[in-house]
């Protein structure tokens, strides 16, 4: 295991342990990380990023809080029942099997945005006049950048004329997040713990 699966998951989710389901879940996961090598210095970054980008899913991808729905019913006199129950069996408890059961498509943005931060990072050393978001979000083709802050009266759509961030900024950050915790040390943990990629590699022979 990883110590920035537990770095990523406490950043966003602070005071909620990360459950997982040990080696068996442990090996999982570490072939995710293996099967999608190329040896160029980015692998585990990209694959930060993959659970990053899962952790931080908009809406979540996962819940941590049983899901409320209205339960009707019409009892022998006619008379319509209704009562919030709390479901559940919709708890993601461990998800970072959650995670691997739909990874390759987080895995997927993850390398795409991965590569153009690095093509973006070559570019800007030859071309300093523009910033690595921006070229980022030439690399991807995200619009042209301008997104405007609504103002108090959103329900009117007035805007206030002012810009804030955009996709690219999120994903500059994400990339950055990922990175800072693949970097993540602790005195009393190890940096990588359970199946390693040795392991892996042990099996395969």
């Known amino acids: 295991m990883k110590l920035w699966v537990h770095v990523i ?36 970054t990209r694959a930060a990023l993959a659970w990053y980008l899962y952790v931080n899913s908009t809406p979540r991808a996962y819940n941590l809080r049983p899901v409320r ?6 009892t022998k006199n006619g008379n319509v029942i209704a009562r919030a129950v709390k479901d559940t069996s919709a708890l993601t408890r461990f998800p970072l099997s959650a995670f691997l059961a739909v990874c390759d498509g987080y895995y997927v943005q993850a390398s795409m945005q991965v590569d153009a931060f690095v093509k973006a990072a070559a570019t800007r050393k030859q071309d300093t006049s523009k910033s690595i978001t921006w070229l980022v979000r030439e ?25 804030e961030g955009d996709e ?20 009393s943990l190890n940096s990588a713990w359970g199946v390693t990629q040795k392991d892996l590699e042990w099996d395969a022979e």
């Open 168 to 187: 690219a900024d999120d994903i500059v950050e994400g990339i950055k997040a990922a990175y800072r915790a693949t970097q993540a040390k602790t005195a």
């Open 69 to 74: 729905h209205v339960d009707k019913f019409t």
């Open 9 to 44: 998951w406490l950043k966003t989710n602070p005071g909620v342990t990360l459950q997982t389901m040990g080696p068996k879940e442990d090996r999982k996961f570490e072939s995710f990380i293996y099967r999608f090598q190329n040896g160029d210095g980015f692998d585990e």
């Open 139 to 163: 690399e991807l083709g995200i619009g042209d950048g301008l997104r405007t802050v609504p103002s108090d009266d959103e329900d009117e759509g007035i805007h206030d004329g002012s810009l």
